[in-house]
């Protein structure tokens, strides 16, 4: 199984949901998840694909605020050739991306982690 996600880089518009996401990285790289920062802009997209056929796409975001709070709308379709051009589009923004290494992740500063944690308990929030 491949699992690759790509989350907003440099440009993101809300830093500390940003850096509550950052907390989880380590163990999903630890899973085999590779994670992407994408670079050249605001990354605001919410679209997963699953095995070539499925894809979720909507303003939802994938946490249980989106589900149970916000008023957002996602559509999921089954069909193989949106699906590949999703994935063409994931591909062409992977290129724009840099990979976030675990071990430069594990080497992140004491600072990060520090705001990481600070960060944490609103997390929920988000």
Request: proline content about 5%; charged content about 30%.
């Amino acid at each position: 199984m491949e699992i690759d996600i790509l989350v907003p880089g440099p440009h993101a518009d809300k830093r500390f949901v940003q850096l509550a996401g950052e907390a989880e990285f380590a163990p999903l790289m630890e899973c085999g998840v590779r994670i992407w920062s994408f670079q050249p802009s605001m990354l605001h997209a919410k679209v997963m694909t699953v095995d070539g056929r499925i894809a979720n796409v909507g303003s939802a975001n994938l946490n249980s605020r989106s589900a149970a709070l916000d008023e957002e709308i996602n559509v999921v379709a089954i069909d193989d050739a949106l699906v590949r051009t999703l994935d063409a589009h994931f591909d062409e923004d992977l290129e724009r991306s840099i990979r976030i290494e675990p071990g430069r992740w594990e080497d992140r500063s004491v600072r990060q982690r520090l705001v990481e944690r600070l960060v944490a308990p609103v997390k929920r929030l988000f």
